[in-house]
């Protein structure tokens, strides 16, 4: 798929879909199949990454002992996210999809039933 004969406002769309809850907007704002798909990816991505938070500080909560591990474990997590939001993005722009292992199959499942 290219980007020829699209709304001009589809690059910044794309792009916001991968940004966190920006993606509520490209989600909102658009009709676009293929926007809405990349807003329900990033949205899905976004949503491990902060279940990981949140289940990384029960067990730092849980297991005192383990509070130290919390900050390397949110530092590796951020800069994973990072790295997959600008590969997903540069992806998107370029008219494909990233296919992130069960975060994207959950994407589609989602596509498919809206």
């Not at 004969?5 to 920006?22: C, D, E, I, K, M």
């Not at 798909?37 to 730092?60: S, Y």
């Not at 849980?62 to 992806?91: E, G, R």
Request: one cysteine or more; hydrophobic letters at 60%; proline letters at 3%.
């Amino acid at each position: 798929m290219t980007a020829e004969g699209s709304s001009p406002t589809r690059s910044l769309l794309l792009v916001l879909a991968y940004l966190a809850v920006f993606g509520f907007v490209a989600l909102g704002v658009s009709r676009d199949r293929e926007v809405r798909w990349h807003a329900r990816n990033g949205l899905a991505l976004f949503g491990a990454v902060v279940a990981i938070g949140i289940l990384a500080t029960f067990i730092g909560v849980l297991i005192p002992s383990f509070t130290c591990l919390y900050a390397v474990a949110m530092a590796i997590v951020s800069f994973l996210y990072v790295a997959i939001v600008i590969l997903a993005v540069v992806k998107a722009l370029e008219g494909q999809r990233l296919m992130i292992p069960g975060i994207s199959t959950y994407a589609s499942r989602l596509s498919a039933s809206g």
